[in-house]
C-alpha cells in the first residue's frame, strides 16, 4: 500500500488540491472585525456548524479520492466511488457557501476610519478551492460512466 503520485489523474489532482488547500483555508480568518486600531477575526473552524462541516466534507472528498487511488481497502458503499466523492464535494461547497450567506456584514466610514466587519480572505479560498473541487468530481463522475442513484433508466 505505497501510495504513488503517477496513478493521479489531473482531475484526482485538482480534487486533492482542493482538498488541500481547503484544510489550510479552515485555519485562515473567515470572519472578521474592523475598526482601525482594533481587529478580531474567527477561523473557519469557529464559524459554525456549516463551515467547518462543509469544511470537513471538502477535505474528506480529497481524502476520499487518494485513498481510492492509493488502493487502500476501503468499505464498499451502495454508491459508487465517483458519486460518493462528488456528492460530499458538492455537498461541503453548498455548506461553506450558506455559512458564507449567513455571515453578517457591514462597513461604513466614520470621518477618515472606516469600520466594518464581515468575510476576510480565508472563507473566500476555501469557496474558490471548493469550485475547482466540485467542478473536477463532477467531471470525473461524468466521465466515469458510474450509474447515479437518481438514475433509474434500465
Do not use: C, N, Q
Amino acid at each position: 500500500m505505497a501510495f504513488d503520485p503517477k496513478k493521479l489523474t489531473p482531475l484526482d489532482w485538482a480534487i486533492v488540491g482542493g482538498g488541500i488547500v481547503v484544510f489550510i483555508a479552515m485555519f485562515m480568518p473567515w470572519w472578521g472585525y474592523d475598526a482601525g486600531l482594533i481587529s478580531a477575526s474567527v477561523s473557519g473552524w469557529s464559524t459554525g456548524f456549516t463551515g467547518w462541516f462543509g469544511g470537513l466534507l471538502l477535505i474528506a472528498a480529497a481524502v476520499y479520492v487518494a485513498l481510492r487511488r492509493a488502493e487502500v481497502s476501503l468499505p464498499d458503499l451502495p454508491i459508487g466511488p465517483a458519486v460518493t466523492a462528488a456528492g460530499a464535494a458538492v455537498i461541503g461547497l453548498a455548506f461553506v457557501l450558506l455559512r458564507w450567506l449567513t455571515m453578517p456584514r457591514r462597513h461604513i466610514r466614520i470621518g477618515t476610519s472606516r469600520v466594518g466587519y464581515g468575510a476576510k480572505f480565508g472563507i473566500w479560498l476555501a469557496i474558490l478551492a471548493g469550485i475547482v473541487e466540485a467542478a473536477a468530481a463532477i467531471v470525473e463522475l461524468r466521465s466515469s460512466g458510474e450509474p447515479v442513484p437518481w438514475d433509474k433508466t434500465p
